[in-house]
């Protein structure tokens, strides 16, 4: 079991900045792609972006392309999604995503493995 945990979500205005983390722990394993997603009550889990065991392969939605990044740190077990220029549309609820896939799959939805529990990002105008 792979347990995933959120942080850094909160409430900005418009055109500031968050930056969110997913730490993994438990039984991890030896090269996983992560990622993130989003949500809002009522509306399907939108991609956000993924990025693959090297940092070299990485995807973000169309939504959020030249706005966020995402980085991370396998020393630490940990993701990042540095999230600049934020609008009111941005609101929602941010997972964690976690599988032995390819970042380019995770952006299907493909071999996603485990979730976090979501942190929550208010972007007001």
């Known amino acids: 079991q792979v347990h995933l945990v959120e942080s850094g979500g909160g409430s900005v205005q418009a055109g500031g900045s968050l930056r969110l983390s997913c730490a993994a722990s438990?039984?991890?394993?030896?090269?996983?792609?992560m990622g993130w997603f989003r949500q809002v009550p009522g509306k399907v889990r939108e991609f956000v972006a993924s990025?693959?065991?090297?940092?070299?392969?990485?995807y973000e939605g169309d939504s959020v392309k030249g706005r966020f990044t995402i980085s991370r740190d396998n020393a630490k077990n940990t993701v990042s999604l540095q999230m600049n220029s934020l609008k009111p549309e941005d609101t929602a609820v941010y997972y964690c995503?976690?599988?032995?896939?390819?970042?380019?799959?995770?952006?299907?939805?493909?071999?996603?493995?485990?979730w976090g529990k979501g942190t929550l990002v208010t972007v007001s105008s």
């Open positions: 995503a976690y599988g032995i896939t390819t970042a380019q799959d995770m952006a299907v939805g493909y071999g996603i493995e485990y």
């Open positions: 990025i693959g065991w090297s940092g070299g392969s990485t």
């Open positions: 438990g039984r991890t394993f030896s090269a996983p792609t």
